[in-house]
């Protein structure tokens, strides 16, 4: 009997270490990138171009001095801070109503138009480009944050809308008619009653569209010219010029814009993922 067991017991172990290499190489995959940029972020311009994969022989701290001090780096997350809570804030409000409009007042096709709402997300970010471009010149909100707010605001209203419709259309009904006995309205009955019971889908869409926001590249290059409304993501591509770069202390820009990113994460994590599961279950 111990014999039968013997290559069992060989072939779980065989099978948990393989598991654990699997995860380990997409564990070093995923996290050397950053662990190299962090670690160039302290050479200098020669050492990195003449050893990238090496240990710096002098921790170069001046990089991030120069990082904040040359590229006006205080500025671009002043920008980028006010778009991406701004753009969040209106995201959130408008995919909010929508969501209870579809998912809580019965009305001919509330189906279908929330088919096409969500349809949205199959849609390509960079294929809205020119019909964007066209419509913030025409409002005369180019080159300006409050153009990049509402345009952040709008890509992102197609996933909002499918998180929190699923977390609206669980809530019971008897909720409401009990609100509706007492006299609410229906602004009330979205202010007082669904909007607060949906809290976990409105932090896991809020955190979605702040990451979009606060990433966002293509269209702060689109819809902006100046320094005026220059976010972060786009400021930190100036550290290249014509004839040089400064590849070190443009890292320390990056390491720097990534670090609220990071911090967003770990506050909101536990929702995110207690956001997913439960959205996938209810929606």
């Given at each position: 009997m111990g014999r039968n067991r013997s290559p069992s017991l060989i072939a779980d172990?065989?099978?948990?270490?393989?598991?654990?290499?699997?995860?380990?190489?997409?564990?070093?995959?995923?996290?050397?990138?950053?662990?190299?940029?962090?670690?160039s972020s302290f050479k200098t311009n020669?050492?990195?171009?003449?050893?990238?994969f090496s240990i710096p022989e002098l921790w170069q701290f001046a990089n991030?001095?120069?990082?904040?001090?040359?590229?006006?780096?205080?500025?671009?997350?002043?920008?980028?801070?006010?778009?991406?809570?701004?753009?969040?804030?209106?995201?959130?409000?408008?995919?909010?109503?929508?969501?209870?409009?579809?998912?809580?007042?019965?009305?001919r096709g509330h189906e279908t138009v929330f088919n096409i709402v969500v349809a949205g997300i199959l849609v390509p970010v960079i294929a809205l480009m020119v019909p964007y471009f066209r419509l913030i010149s025409g409002l005369g909100l180019y080159?300006?944050?409050?153009?990049?707010?509402?345009?952040y605001a709008a890509v992102s209203i197609p996933v909002s809308v499918f998180l929190i419709h699923g977390f609206m259309r669980s809530i019971p009904r008897e909720l409401e008619e009990a609100a509706v006995i007492d006299g609410c309205?229906?602004?009330?009955?979205?202010?007082?009653?669904?909007?607060?019971?949906?809290?976990?889908?409105?932090?896991?869409?809020?955190?979605?569209?702040?990451?979009?926001s606060w990433n966002e590249f293509i269209y702060a290059l689109l819809l902006t010219s100046s320094v005026k409304a220059r976010t972060l993501q786009l400021g930190i591509r100036f550290f290249k010029s014509q004839f040089i770069t400064d590849y070190t202390s443009m890292y320390a820009a990056i390491v720097l814009s990534i670090i609220p990113t990071i911090f967003v994460y770990i506050l909101f994590h536990d929702k995110i993922i207690k956001g997913m599961t439960s959205g996938a279950v209810k929606g």
């Open positions: 172990r065989a099978a948990s270490l393989a598991k654990w290499l699997f995860l380990l190489f997409f564990l070093i995959i995923t996290l050397f990138p950053l662990i190299w940029l962090v670690i020669l050492e990195f171009q003449t050893k990238p991030y001095i120069n990082a904040v001090s040359i590229s006006g780096l205080h500025l671009l997350f002043l920008h980028t801070i006010v778009v991406s809570f701004a753009s969040t804030a209106l995201n959130i409000l408008a995919a909010s109503m929508a969501a209870f409009v579809i998912s809580r007042e019965p009305f080159d300006t944050l409050f153009g990049l707010i509402i345009t309205s229906l602004a009330q009955r979205f202010t007082r009653v669904i909007f607060p019971l949906s809290r976990l889908g409105l932090v896991t869409a809020g955190t979605f569209v702040f990451l979009f």
